[in-house]
């Protein structure tokens, strides 16, 4: 079968589905309840499932970022110390226009190592301010500076608008990373979601090119593959907040043919080619259907020869790693992206 008849089926069992007992609610992991405690906020929020909702209806309603602040308002946790962070936005030039980027400058006197990061959204929804726990986190954490980058979003910009603006943007800082008093020489990309899929494009790039190759990647829980019939798909088939249905929803927005979807950029698990890229942190939710496609990302990045730290996090969602205030697997993930990234830079001087 292929994956264009394969996704027409799916849809179609996402409709008989709702007259129907979930086929896999009984299998299905439940979240720990600090996890909990912020899928109850987000839907108290009135947040709806993608597949209900149009593309600028799904842009502004609230995001599962929303509800950990709300749950972080009501427990009166403070945002303090990353929100002492600095941050500065600028534009980044490129041929379509300029992308827009949030540079998290930490305290001190650098040059500063430097993280390019890419945020989620299914190359559909979100934006910077949405993604922006992480990157201050980052910022604070591993003493750097990270480039939070905008890219296009589809539908008004199909596949592979987003890609070609990621390498836009990770050359630009390579090339300029100085001004802001950066050392492009520590380089590292991260990203989540179809962030972390665009991240590890760059690295795949950047080795392709033969430029300046980042010296780690922190892949959270990164798009990377095009079989929606996985351990992970099936297990959390309608899992809270990315569940099958709202991953078909983004594929449908995101690509003009279906035939995009074996594109090497979105499969990257098809590919034969990642030996020597920067060695990888990924990062996975257990309440995720995109788990098993980093579980198979990770090993074949380490059946190429790179260096690899996978870790999986249990009674989590997608979308948790940003949600350190409240969730303390998200702290711990968050904490473990730092160690990796200070290691790979102090490796790299």
Request: glycine share 6%; aromatic share 8%; no cysteine.
């Amino acid at each position: 079968m292929t994956f264009k008849h394969f996704l027409k089926a799916s849809l179609l069992s996402s409709v008989l589905m709702t007259t129907a007992a979930p086929l896999y609610a009984q299998d299905a992991p439940k979240p720990v309840p600090e996890m909990q405690a912020v899928l109850d906020k987000l839907a108290a929020l009135g947040s709806k499932p993608f597949t209900t909702l149009t593309v600028p209806e799904a842009r502004t309603q609230a995001s599962p970022a929303d509800a950990a602040h709300a749950v972080q308002w009501d427990k009166r946790v403070s945002s303090n110390p990353e929100a002492q962070v600095m941050t500065k936005d600028i534009a980044i030039p490129s041929k379509t226009g300029g992308l827009p980027a949030r540079v998290y400058i930490p305290s001190g006197a650098g040059p500063f190592p430097v993280v390019v990061y890419y945020h989620g959204g299914g190359w559909v929804v979100a934006d910077l301010n949405v993604y922006d726990a992480a990157p201050r986190a980052l910022s604070l954490g591993a003493h750097a500076i990270v480039v939070s980058v905008e890219y296009r979003h589809a539908p008004e910009h199909k596949f592979p608008a987003a890609h070609d603006d990621a390498w836009t943007a990770y050359k630009w800082v390579v090339e300029n990373i100085h001004q802001l008093n950066g050392n492009a020489r520590r380089i590292a990309v991260a990203g989540e979601s179809a962030g972390g899929n665009l991240a590890a494009n760059v690295a795949l790039m950047a080795k392709e090119m033969k430029t300046r190759q980042p010296v780690y990647q922190v892949l959270v829980y990164p798009v990377a593959g095009n079989d929606m019939n996985t351990p992970s798909y099936k297990e959390n088939a309608d899992a809270k907040p990315l569940g099958k249905a709202d991953m078909e929803w983004f594929v449908k927005n995101t690509v003009t043919s279906m035939d995009d979807i074996n594109d090497p950029r979105i499969n990257l698990n098809g590919r034969s080619d990642l030996a020597g890229v920067a060695p990888a942190t990924v990062i996975l939710a257990q309440i995720d259907p995109l788990r098993s496609d980093g579980e198979t990302y990770a090993a074949k990045l380490k059946d190429a020869g790179v260096k690899v730290d996978l870790k999986t996090y249990d009674g989590v969602t997608h979308e948790f790693f940003g949600m350190g205030k409240v969730v303390p697997q998200a702290k711990e993930a968050l904490d473990l992206a730092v160690s990796d990234l200070t290691a790979a830079f102090n490796n790299a001087k």
